[in-house]
């Protein structure tokens, strides 16, 4: 599954923004669990573990737009459509001022 999230800003802005959002992606996907590194520093990868299943996904920085690419296991493909949907209501929250900011 691929998710792309359109942004106006900056790489730098939007790599600052995800790192000070990122430990709330788990609160948009119910019962799940998500961790989070940066192999580069456009790219972010995810575990996500919910429903007895891990899967994994990662996160690439691009000028115009953030897109979410997610490797569900065929047991949770049913969910697909509500992690997309997740992912698009709650993408431009990740890519806001982190709280306190």
Do not use: C, Y
Request: aromatic fraction near 4%.
């Amino acid at each position: 599954m691929r998710v792309a999230i359109p942004h106006d800003l900056d790489k730098a802005t939007v790599r600052q923004r995800l790192r000070g959002n990122s430990h709330t992606l788990g609160d948009h996907i119910p019962g799940a669990q998500v961790a989070t590194s940066w192999p580069s520093e456009d790219r972010m990868t995810m575990t996500v573990s919910a429903m007895g299943q891990s899967f994994a996904g990662d996160v690439e920085i691009e000028e115009r737009q953030v897109v979410f690419t997610l490797a569900l296991p065929p047991a949770l493909g049913f969910i697909e459509p509500i992690v997309e949907g997740a992912i698009r209501q709650q993408g431009q929250k990740l890519l806001a001022p982190p709280t306190g900011s």
